[in-house]
């Protein structure tokens, strides 16, 4: 049976019912799932496996049956830990439908079927009785219902529902305990991606509206690999504050809750924003703990654990504040049920008794639901700026007609500002114009960017007042693209537009070029590499479950990951594989590449990164990707402001870096799609 969906295709900006396999969606979730990231968390697993040892032996200790609780069980690891360590009988939860019925599998694999009963239902909708899901009430939980800001998954209301209708009081619970530990710093890096910043314009100065300077910003968490933020790059500026604990063997509320933290402040400075992190003690004597500090907090780096599933997270105060050395300074966090912000207080508004709790973030302000963070600290790039303005400056006349097609662009207000006689642009939503009319407003430039809410197709001659476009521009930048080439949507603008451009039009960029590198990942191998055997038991069903659905359909395509957050090592050389000349039309013929790179490096290829490059003028280039040479070592320098293209190998090559052994590609371009079709081979040459 097949089934329409609507399908997205952002490098071509269509969308268009395609017919699916009923199934389609099944293998979507399972293709893109990250279960494996967890299943290779050595420390995460061990440490589990010691709480849940310790706890069964306390309840045995009592002369008491042990009945397990596993709320989210996944592969059903930990319930299988449980049994193992003596667990009577085991009731595994679990609410996704494709991970319960691996979790059976995997469950009647290693032997456990008749002491761990699979549910497949949410914890909160379980019953418990002769006729329930669960015979009695167990005596003993263990969750793994965690993300980067421990509850964003609902674990609170989760506990709260489970200690009143599924457990028994007292009860044994691993983890024992969560702590949330906060830190107050000032980082220019950071900041970069909360506000927008003055910036220099061709000798002019552009400034920020007072509305984002007011606004408190989004409320969502910024999660991040703190580990790949230099400590160098933030200014701490208090000491490493436990903001509070939730003890998980007791009944937990998931209530509005406040907690402060009093301290000195330790230099001066701007307050900024607050790195934090959590720990698990899996035992009440908190011997044994789990912790998401980055790896600068240990005195060995490289003895850190590796995990994606939890990282830590970035908050940003509502607005930056001047602290002075020795100011007694207060930190409060507050949280509901599934999400925390901080605010701070110095000793003036202490003196006041001014102690209200922070209000819940909220953009009043429409750029920070506009732009990303990550596009935030994109234009706020000093030498980018400087880039697109030298640009600008060198195609740019006394008469020059501009048209600016982007989402939420800061290119046609610079335009404006190096001289050009009209500027006009392209906004593909009411919200993204009304920010830079905004940004117009605060600078006295009402009028100097007439700014169109309309689809390059749509425009017309008319729109711009009968005269034609001298000067197309873009960064290019779209808010729906994924994939690094899904920026070639400006081609296609372009190409929609060819009939309002003079003959001799320039466009800007005048080309793109897509890159390649082999690579070895340090550790992001992990979440595509099936797993076999984790802790002594036999997961390969799920290993097994992954790679079908990867055989349904995106075996042979790439994902987009921020890889400055995921250290590499190159093993060949970076390529120019393909070339997109934007001073042309889109043709109507698929466009291929095909060659081979030696490997340099010795390594295990575990994939190819790939990215695109933007060409402005002859002799002025913005990279997404690599933003350096790559080290003779191998080490990439990425560019934080785009993710990047991931192919993960199937399985990895090794290479001994002689040069006597190559990766093939070949790349296809598909003018109808919008997309690109790749293949990687190794060969001996």
């Not at 400034?207 to 200014?235: E, F, K, T, Y």
Request: glycine share 8%; proline share 6%; aromatic share 8%.
């Amino acid at each position: 049976m097949k089934a329409f969906c609507g399908r997205s295709m952002p490098s071509t900006g269509a969308s268009d019912p395609v017919e699916e396999s009923e199934e389609y969606d099944y293998h979507q979730e399972i293709a893109r799932s990250c279960y494996a990231d967890m299943l290779h968390d050595h420390d995460r697993n061990k440490k589990y496996y010691e709480g849940i040892r310790a706890a069964v032996a306390r309840v045995k200790a009592r002369g008491e049956r042990v009945v397990v609780l596993d709320i989210g069980t996944g592969t059903g690891l930990l319930s299988m830990m449980a049994v193992t360590a003596g667990a009577d009988f085991c009731y595994a939860v679990e609410v996704f439908k494709p991970m319960a019925e691996a979790a059976r599998c995997i469950v009647e694999k290693n032997g456990f079927s008749e002491k761990i009963k699979i549910i497949n239902k949410h914890s909160t909708d379980v019953t418990v009785g002769p006729d329930g899901d669960m015979q009695m009430k167990a005596n003993v939980v263990i969750t793994e219902l965690f993300d980067t800001e421990l509850i964003g998954e609902g674990a609170l209301p989760s506990y709260e529902h489970a200690h009143r209708n599924l457990l028994q009081e007292p009860c044994e619970a691993v983890p024992h305990r969560a702590t949330i530990y906060a830190q107050l710093v000032e980082s220019e890096l950071l900041w970069s991606w909360a506000q927008l910043q003055p910036m220099e314009v061709g000798g002019g100065r552009l400034v920020p509206p007072p509305a984002m300077g007011r606004c408190a910003g989004a409320h969502s968490v910024c999660d991040i690999q703190l580990s790949q933020v230099s400590p160098h790059s933030m200014a701490l500026l208090g000491p490493l504050c436990t903001m509070f604990s939730v003890d998980f063997s007791k009944p937990v509320s998931s209530a509005l809750q406040s907690h402060t933290s009093r301290f000195v402040a330790r230099c001066g400075g701007r307050a900024q924003a607050v790195i934090s992190w959590w720990d698990l003690d899996m035992d009440p004597s908190g011997s044994v703990v789990c912790s998401m500090a980055p790896s600068w907090t240990y005195p060995e780096t490289q003895v850190a654990p590796w995990r994606d599933h939890w990282m830590q997270s970035v908050y940003f105060l509502p607005a930056e504040s001047p602290v002075t050395e020795g100011e007694e300074l207060s930190l409060t966090v507050r949280h509901d049920d599934y999400s925390l912000w901080y605010g701070l207080q110095g000793s003036s508004q202490q003196a006041s008794h001014t102690d209200a709790p922070p209000p819940r973030p909220c953009c009043t302000c429409q750029a920070h639901l506009v732009w990303t963070r990550p596009r935030f600290g994109e234009l706020n790039d000093s030498r980018r700026t400087e880039s697109y303005v030298s640009a600008l400056r060198s195609v740019l006349r006394e008469d020059s007609i501009c048209l600016g097609v982007s989402d939420g662009s800061l290119l046609p207000v610079f335009a404006h500002m190096t001289g050009a006689k009209k500027v006009y642009a392209l906004e593909n939503s009411r919200m993204s114009k009304q920010v830079i009319e905004q940004v117009l407003e605060a600078n006295s430039m009402e009028g100097g960017v007439e700014l169109l809410e309309v689809r390059a197709e749509q425009l017309s001659s008319g729109d711009l007042g009968g005269e034609q476009i001298s000067v197309l521009m873009g960064e290019p930048y779209f808010s729906t693209s994924l994939l690094p080439w899904h920026s070639l949507f400006f081609w296609y603008c372009r190409t929609a537009l060819a009939g309002l451009l003079r003959p001799d039009a320039t466009i800007l960029p005048r080309a793109a070029t897509l890159h390649m590198v082999a690579v070895e990942f340090q550790d992001l191998w992990r979440i595509r590499a099936p797993c076999g055997t984790c802790e002594g038991f036999n997961v390969s069903p799920m290993d097994e479950m992954v790679q079908r659905s990867l055989d349904f359909r995106e075996s042979r395509e790439a994902e987009p990951h921020p890889l400055w957050e995921y250290p590499c090592r190159a093993l060949t050389r970076a390529a120019e594989v393909m070339t997109f000349d934007f001073t042309q039309l889109i043709p109507q013929q698929p466009i291929s590449s095909q060659g081979s790179l030696p490997f340099i490096r010795k390594g295990r290829c575990h994939g190819i990164a790939l990215w695109m490059e933007y060409h402005l003028t002859a002799d002025i280039s913005v990279s997404a990707g690599l933003i350096g040479p790559v080290s003779e070592q191998g080490k990439c320098q990425w560019s934080r402001h785009r993710k990047q293209g991931v192919y993960f190998l199937r399985t990895p090559w090794e290479s001994s870096g002689d040069g006597r052994a190559a990766v093939t590609y070949s790349f296809t371009f598909e003018p109808a799609q919008g997309d690109i079709k790749m293949d990687f081979s190794g060969e001996s040459l």
